[in-house]
């Protein structure tokens, strides 16, 4: 595995980098905090360890760099300190470091903590699979593209933007975020209990149909209940039934599959919602073309307490320029929006 | 302060048994660490010297702590103490101490880099093996 090590100090850059070699570890180096951030956007580092003290950006500032640049896998990262205060462990953390060695260190517990690091870099791999998934029982609609992946960004930036400026904050943290972004693409994973005549169906449904159609929520609840049953407790498969349940519930009650209404359906079906129906609008479909943004917008505004949560629809309100930045991001059928 | 009150200055400036463990045993590793020691050690003492004659004491604190890092991991406490005090004293509005503290620096600097031979010695004695850089007689 490859290891970016970043240290001002030559000495201990060297012994760093002796120790993970030792350790059978493929180890690059960098002399500051701007070179090692340079270097983990352009050589995708999955694992850094860097030093807590080094001139312009240092080891906090690297951290809070890294997280704030949202990188598609995790960066784990290890801060090499001689500060033993537990103010600084906070400064630490909440800048976004994953653990800490003191200086000087034993090579022993530097590899120690180094495999921790791999092993919480491995359940990534879960997470690869879960969407692996998703794009699985999504593959069989020719026409969803990158949907899944504007979606879940979709939902992390109104889950961030509520957990910071909403009457629903107590309701998020950053498992939060973490698990809708990662649980969202599963939404629609009941489809693959629906047939290709209903499914793949060029323009309009008819009522039986659509009928049919409207079973891959319970669908999608039914299966992750199976894999609930099997792994209860798990918050990941938690998360993605309430949300492959609830995503087609209406505020007012006139959804389905339950005809739940305001907070009584989760706050994550909610997101959802309003989600997967922006870029539902704002994608081609056989049966219309896509929505300019603006377009989009009015039409959820319309749908505020109706269809949607009004915080939700606030929240979209904040942060559109996300939105429109993310739909930059994943262009496929949306191209044809005017 | 008293710069004996931490450290014993009658031991050996670097612990060579401390430095092998933490090179994993390698006297290679050790080696090619003294002799990065070495020139830091020079370096830094020149530098901090000029930063306490200019009274940049923002920039003694930062060089201090890097030095103090260094001798950490090349378990040389004597040094590694006394820039962990310039480092501290650097943030006080008072120079004198400062001034004294770097005396004490400069005098455990020369014991330390007299000593670099000797510990290079100590490791090929205690291994069999030479470590590379610059041993005695070389």
Known sequence: MKVLIVDDNEIFLSLLEATLTSAGYQVQSAR??????????????????????????????????????DP?????????????SSDQTVEGLSAGADDFVRKPFNPAELIARVRTGERILSLETRDVAIFAMAKLAESRDPETGAHLERVRSYCRVLAKDLALHSDLRAQIDAEFVRLIYLTSPLHDIGKVGIPDSVLLKPGRLSDREFEIMKTHAALGAQTLDAALRMFPGVKFLEMAREIAASHHERFDGSGYPAGLTGSSIPL????????????????????????????AKSMILKETGCHFDPAIVDSFVRTEDHFLRIRGQYTDAIAEAA | MNNTDKYDVTAAPLDTQELLQRC?????????????????????????????????????ARTAHGL???????????????????????????????????????????????????????????????????????
């Not at chain 1, 989600?275 to 896509?290: F, H, I, N, P, Q």
């Not at chain 2, 820039?83 to 770097?102: D, K, M, S, T, W």
Request: glycine share 8%.
């Open chain 2, 24 to 60: 994993m045993k390698s006297v290679a590793i050790a080696g090619s660490l003294l002799e990065k020691f070495e020139t830091q050690l020079r370096a830094d003492l020149v530098t901090i010297g000029r930063q306490l004659a200019a009274g940049d004491t923002g920039e003694i």
């Open chain 1, 268 to 295: 994550s079906g909610r997101i959802v919602a309003l989600a997967d129906v922006y870029d539902a609008l704002t994608s081609k479909r056989v049966y219309k073309a896509a929505f300019a943004h603006e377009i």
């Open chain 2, 68 to 138: 103090k890092g260094a001798a950490g991991a090349l378990a040389a406490a004597g040094v590694r103490e006394c820039a962990a005090r310039i480092e501290l004293l650097a943030r006080e509005p008072n120079l004198a101490p400062l001034a004294e503290e770097f005396d004490r620096l400069r005098a455990e600097t020369e014991r330390c880099l007299a000593y670099i031979p000797k510990a290079r010695a100590v490791l090929a004695a205690d291994t069999g093996v030479a470590p590379f850089g610059k041993g005695p007689g070389q």
């Open chain 1, 72 to 84: 598609p896998g995790y960066v784990y990262i290890l801060l090499v300190t001689s500060h033993n």
């Open chain 1, 32 to 69: 500051d905090g701007a070179e090692a951030l340079e270097r983990v956007r352009s050589e995708g580092f999955k694992l850094v360890i860097s030093d807590w003290e080094m001139p312009q950006l240092n080891g906090p500032d690297l951290c809070r760099a890294i997280r704030a640049d």
